[in-house]
């Protein structure tokens, strides 16, 4: 069974940073391409960054390019969002998510997107 775990919110000030762990289970994370997701209250869910499969390329939304950074760590089937400098307007609840057919781009587009975590919690306030 597919399974994608978030972690590592919280309540942070801004120009502070924080580190988002997706923990995935079920399957070998390496033949998969993942998607960070966030979304504010009152607002449609966006997309953050996106990690290949083939050669880890990256991508990122502008809102977020220069302080957040995608990494993989496949011997831990872990995918890692690092956030820095981070400001109230990155207040959101954050997903990661994988599909079969996802081709990494600054599209976002949700609907390659088959399972979906839980979700963690960012607040950035001062």
């Known amino acids: 069974q597919v399974q994608l775990v978030e972690s590592g919110g919280g309540l942070v000030q801004p120009g502070g940073s924080l580190r988002l762990s997706c923990a995935a289970s079920g399957f070998t994370l390496d033949y998969y391409a993942i998607g960070w997701f966030r979304q504010a209250p009152g607002k449609e869910r966006e997309g953050v960054s996106c990690?290949?499969?083939?050669?880890?390329?990256?991508y990122y939304a502008d809102s977020v390019k220069g302080r957040f950074t995608i990494s993989r760590d496949n011997a831990k089937n872990t995918v890692y969002l690092q956030m820095n400098s981070l400001k109230p307007e990155d207040t959101a609840v954050y997903y990661c998510?994988?599909?079969?057919?996802?081709?990494?781009?600054?599209?976002?587009?949700?609907?390659?997107?088959?399972?979906w975590g839980q979700g963690t919690q960012v607040t950035v306030s001062s």
């Open positions: 998510a994988t599909g079969d057919w996802i081709k990494c781009d600054t599209d976002f587009r949700k609907y390659e997107y088959d399972y």
């Open positions: 990690i290949s499969s083939s050669d880890g390329s990256t």
